[in-house]
């Protein structure tokens, strides 16, 4: 868990997520960018680079100039319930799909940052960050048995090291491989 920016980003529950979502974001916006980070398990500054025309009714395109590595563009199906965030969302017909204040750029890191602090200040979660949602993406990608070269291409890993260093293992799982063992 992450303490005064140490450490890495905490991975939420499923009560946590839907705290958040329920009674945490205060409006359509602040649910869209964070779902956004939560079913694509993309960077906070990969969601907020993000344009309209990046988003179709299908598909959510992250594009080389603004991911991490500037290695290559990444393109995903939206998750139904994503689908219904951002159909709920109205962006005002902004360059960005998180334009700034005044209409002016893309929202800030910053910003982001202090919606999410907000957030979870309103439902009583500690640790989290931005970076949670890629975490928690990752780990429950991981946990639903998802190859790990699928869930590196959906994350844009270059290695499957630097993926793997993402992922969560809780001791629960640790117990039931080893009690999996019959020979």
Same mark, same amino acid.
């Given at each position: #868990?992450?303490?005064?920016?140490?450490?890495? !980003?905490?991975?939420?529950?499923? !009560?946590?997520?839907?705290?958040?979502?329920?009674?945490?974001? *205060?409006?359509?916006?602040?649910?869209?960018?964070?779902?956004? #980070?939560? $079913?694509?398990?993309?960077?906070?500054?990969?969601? %907020?680079? %993000?344009?309209?025309?990046?988003? +179709?009714?299908?598909?959510?395109?992250?594009?080389?100039?603004?991911?991490?590595?500037?290695?290559?563009?990444?393109?995903?199906?939206?998750?139904?319930? %994503?689908?219904?965030?951002?159909?709920? $969302?109205?962006?005002?017909?902004?360059?960005?799909?998180?334009?700034?204040? =005044?209409?002016?750029?893309? #929202?800030?890191?910053?910003?982001?940052?202090?919606?999410?602090?907000?957030?979870? *200040?309103?439902?009583?979660?500690?640790?989290?960050?931005?970076?949670?949602?890629?975490?928690?993406?990752?780990?429950?990608? +991981?946990? !639903?048995?998802?190859?790990?070269?699928?869930?590196? *291409?959906?994350?844009? =890993?270059?290695? %499957?090291?630097?993926?793997?260093?993402?992922? *969560?293992?809780?001791?629960?799982?640790?117990?039931?491989?080893?009690?999996?063992?019959?020979?």
């Amino acid at each position: #868990m992450k303490v005064q920016g140490h450490g890495q !980003a905490k991975i939420l529950s499923a !009560a946590e997520i839907a705290a958040l979502f329920e009674r945490g974001f *205060e409006g359509d916006r602040d649910r869209a960018l964070f779902g956004v #980070m939560l $079913y694509c398990g993309c960077r906070v500054s990969e969601a %907020l680079a %993000l344009t309209p025309a990046d988003v +179709s009714a299908t598909h959510l395109t992250l594009r080389k100039a603004t991911t991490k590595g500037k290695c290559k563009t990444r393109q995903m199906d939206i998750h139904p319930r %994503l689908q219904a965030l951002l159909a709920r $969302y109205d962006n005002g017909g902004k360059r960005f799909l998180f334009p700034g204040r =005044h209409g002016r750029g893309a #929202m800030t890191r910053a910003a982001a940052d202090v919606i999410l602090k907000d957030a979870c *200040e309103r439902v009583g979660i500690a640790g989290a960050s931005t970076h949670s949602f890629r975490r928690t993406c990752l780990t429950n990608l +991981s946990n !639903a048995g998802v190859p790990l070269r699928v869930i590196q *291409e959906i994350s844009g =890993h270059a290695s %499957l090291a630097s993926l793997q260093r993402y992922l *969560e293992v809780q001791p629960e799982q640790v117990k039931g491989a080893i009690a999996s063992l019959s020979f």
